[in-house]
């Protein structure tokens, strides 16, 4: 798959001038909820009215959703304040059903994006539809493993695609409920910069009130637009308590975010732009021969425990330059957290720098 320009087609033809705003409920509880939560955000920024019909829930014994029923209620959310609907499909009889029932768009769920036979029996059902698809990201940070699912679409000729960045799950305990890994969908953005992409703060966060930060985030990375989950009562919703927020939040939120531009033509602006830009250059070459001149360095070293017959790893020695770099990297302005992933990546490649000398 290449990037191509009519990528975008689909969202520049609906001329926002804002982003994109997917909004609804983690789930669709009952009929009196779903349309309760679409009038409140009638003649808003909101686009698509979002619902999960079907829920992927991690452990067994939740609520799982109402099923087909729910589609109705989305018919009438339609009906009733001229908002698109929007679900997760996750079987072909999902995705008959949403096609019967007029779905406008649909997404891939991030536990379905981690399964190429899942993702192809979705593609083969939709083969040809004229509606939106979006993929979320798998719920592992496999960059791979996303674009298949775009491909497995494109494939099957499916033109009006996107992407939903809603965070990976890890192990290590954070402050969010799936880590933003802010860089892979950046990567995503430089290798189809005309594929849409559309931030999910409700599930990286977890948390409503984190929500604005990361949405603010996305913006500044250009992202196309937000999908967030919007219930009258978050606190009593079947899932997702924690995450979601009111309409009246919501419409809250669309007015404090800062919308940017992505360039301007101002001349000032763009001569200062470039004065900064080449002193980062200047810097990132100085860090790349530091890095070359460092990795020799630590040739050397492997040179002498090879003779003497040493290990690589030394822990204390490496715990005690870790700690001083973190009370250094503090001084200079650094986090702890980005003084650590640094070092973590300088000292692995030091790693495979000694080995290969070791093993010779
Ligand atoms: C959802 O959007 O409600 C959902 C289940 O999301 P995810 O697939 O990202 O977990
Ligand atoms: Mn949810």
């Not at 070293?301 to 250094?328: D, H, P, Y």
Request: glycine share 6%.
């Amino acid at each position: 798959m290449e990037n191509r320009k009519e990528m975008r087609k689909w969202l520049d033809d609906m001329n926002l001038g804002h982003p994109l705003v997917i909004a609804g409920p983690c789930s669709a509880e009952t009929e009196e909820q779903v349309l309760k939560i679409a009038h409140e955000l009638k003649d808003t920024d909101v686009n698509y009215f979002r619902s999960g019909i079907w829920k992927p829930r991690t452990r067994p014994g939740n609520f799982e959703g109402v099923g087909a029923i729910g589609l109705k209620w989305l018919q009438k959310v339609k009906e009733e304040t001229g908002l698109k609907t929007a679900t997760e499909v996750a079987n072909k009889a999902h995705v008959d059903l949403a096609l019967e029932h007029d779905i406008d768009l649909l997404w891939i769920g991030a536990r379905s994006t981690v399964s190429p036979f899942i993702v192809q029996e979705i593609a083969d059902a939709l083969k040809g539809t004229d509606k939106i698809v979006l993929v979320k990201n798998p719920v592992n940070p496999d960059l791979s493993l996303w674009l298949g699912a775009v491909e497995r679409l494109y494939s099957a000729d499916i033109e009006k695609l996107g992407v939903i960045h809603r965070g990976f799950s890890t192990y290590e305990k954070t402050k969010y409920r799936n880590i933003p890994e802010w860089q892979l969908a950046i990567e995503l953005q430089t290798k189809f910069p005309d594929l849409p992409i559309i931030n999910d703060p409700s599930h990286i966060t977890g948390k409503r009130d984190m929500i604005f930060d990361v949405s603010q985030t996305a913006l500044d990375l250009n992202f196309d637009g937000l999908i967030i989950e919007t219930h009258y009562d978050p606190d009593n919703a079947w899932s997702d308590a924690a995450q979601q927020v009111t309409p009246k939040t919501l419409i809250q939120i669309m007015k404090d975010l800062r919308i940017r531009k992505e360039t301007d033509e101002e001349a000032e602006y763009n001569n200062k732009l470039s004065n900064l830009r080449a002193q980062i250059d200047v810097l990132d070459n100085q860090l790349i021969d530091l890095l070359g001149k460092r990795m020799k360095v630590s040739d050397g070293i492997g040179e002498l425990k090879k003779q003497k017959n040493v290990a690589v790893l030394q822990s204390n020695r490496w715990n005690a330059i870790l700690g001083n770099m973190i009370l250094e990297g503090e001084q200079r302005g650094l986090s702890e957290e980005f003084v650590l992933r640094m070092f973590k990546a300088i000292h692995q490649e030091s790693i495979n720098h000694q080995e290969k000398i070791i093993n010779a």
